[in-house]
């Protein structure tokens, strides 16, 4: 059974930082895919960025060169460094591992929340 527990929500003002964590636990995940989605209020969750085994990130459009997704298979944690924070980036954040078997999404965090405000 695979855990994921986010850590490191909070509420910032416009242009601070903030450093979200995703403790993995219940199996070894340095072979999978670990991404990072969000979902404003009355919105659809949105893909944030994403990070391989191998280390090829990928990000959205709108975070590129303010967030940096990283990762420590020691520690079994992927982190997403927030830098440059707006107030349209206020939202639930929620780290995924991608399954080795179904190429999905199919292991979800419980959510943190973060809040932007100008």
């Known amino acids: 059974q695979v855990q994921l527990v986010e850590s490191g929500g909070g509420s910032v003002q416009a242009g601070g930082s903030l450093r979200l964590s995703c403790a993995a636990s219940?199996?070894?995940?340095?072979?999978?895919?670990m991404g990072w989605f969000r979902q404003a209020p009355g919105k659809e969750r949105e893909f944030v960025a994403a990070?391989?085994?191998?280390?090829?990130?990928t990000y959205a459009d709108f975070v590129k060169g303010r967030f940096t997704i990283s990762r420590s298979n020691a520690r079994n944690t992927v982190y997403l460094q927030m830098n440059s924070l707006k107030p349209e980036d206020t939202a639930v954040y929620y780290c995924a591992l991608k399954s080795s078997v179904t190429s999905r999404y199919d292991y979800w965090g419980q959510g943190a929340q973060v809040t932007v405000s100008s």
């Open positions: 219940g199996r070894t995940f340095s072979t999978n895919t």
């Open positions: 990070l391989t085994w191998s280390g090829s990130s």
